[in-house]
T-cell receptor, first 113, second 112 residues
Framework: DTEVTQTPKHLVMGMTNKKSLKCEQH?????MYWYKQKAKKPPELMFV???????INESVPSRFSPECPNSSLLNLHLHALQPEDSALYLC????????????FGQGTRLTVV | DQQVKQNSPSLSVQEGRISILNCDYT??????FLWYKKYPAEGPTFLIS?????DKNEDGRFTVFLNKSAKHLSLHIVPSQPGDSAVYFC???????????FGKGTRLSVIA
């Protein structure tokens, strides 16, 4: 199973809502990533988890709150987002052998209204 | 300031001909380079990579060339097929395990 599963595929939320994005992999990868991609822009790193611990936070606003409850699951909790946070949110997992053994999920297309 | 630049937002190529996608990077500390392919409504999928100790890596129809002195890499696809139509991202890392930094992507259209 070389799959990273992200749910939901699409999400529309209001600025006062609280929602969560979910990412799951069963490849035993211990590095997991959240990237954000806006239209016509490259994916930009948000967070890195290594062995279930947050190792990199790229100065992401606190309205985005990541969580790694176990080695297979990565969540991104969303609260009080702004319309400019609308984007494609990509999750990736990577083995210790490097990026040639890494997989991206399909992404969650988030629209904040 | 962009660390990875793909200066051609789009490229159109006839089926059977060669597609050449280019990528420039600014930081000489990067030593691991990858190309990803992305279809609409899907996540990026790994295509081919090269480390800084090589200047060429070939996998079937796909070849990546690295010119370290020019901080430039290119992806050659030959022969191009309609199924190759997608957005291609160049991505770089330091020692293969640091987070990837992506270019903006080049949309390739292969015309039958």
């Amino acid at each position: 199973d070389t799959e990273v599963t992200q749910t939901p595929k699409h999400l529309v939320m209001g600025m006062t809502n609280k929602k969560s994005l979910k990412c799951e992999q069963h490849m035993g990868h211990r590095a997991m990533y959240w990237y954000k991609q806006k239209a016509k822009k490259p994916p930009e790193l948000m967070f890195v988890y290594s062995y279930e611990k947050l190792s990199i936070n790229e100065s992401v606003p606190s309205r985005f709150s990541p969580e790694c409850p176990n080695s297979s699951l990565l969540n991104l909790h969303l609260h009080a987002l702004q319309p400019e946070d609308s984007a494609l949110y990509l999750c990736a997992s990577k083995s210790n052998r490097g990026w040639t053994e890494a997989f991206f999920g399909q992404g969650t297309r988030l629209t904040v209204v | 300031d962009q660390q990875v630049k793909q200066n051609s937002p789009s490229l159109s190529v006839q089926e059977g001909r060669i597609s050449i996608l280019n990528c420039d990077y600014t930081n000489s500390m990067f030593d691991y380079f990858l190309w990803y392919k992305k279809y609409p409504a899907e996540g990026p999928t790994f295509l081919i990579s090269i480390s800084s100790i090589k200047d060429k890596n070939e996998d079937g129809r796909f070849t990546v060339f690295l010119n370290k002195s020019a901080k430039h890499l290119s992806l050659h696809i030959v022969p191009s097929q309609p199924g190759d139509s997608a957005v291609y991202f160049c991505a770089v890392a330091n020692s293969g395990n640091t987070p990837l930094v992506f270019g903006k992507g080049t949309r390739l259209s292969v015309i039958a």
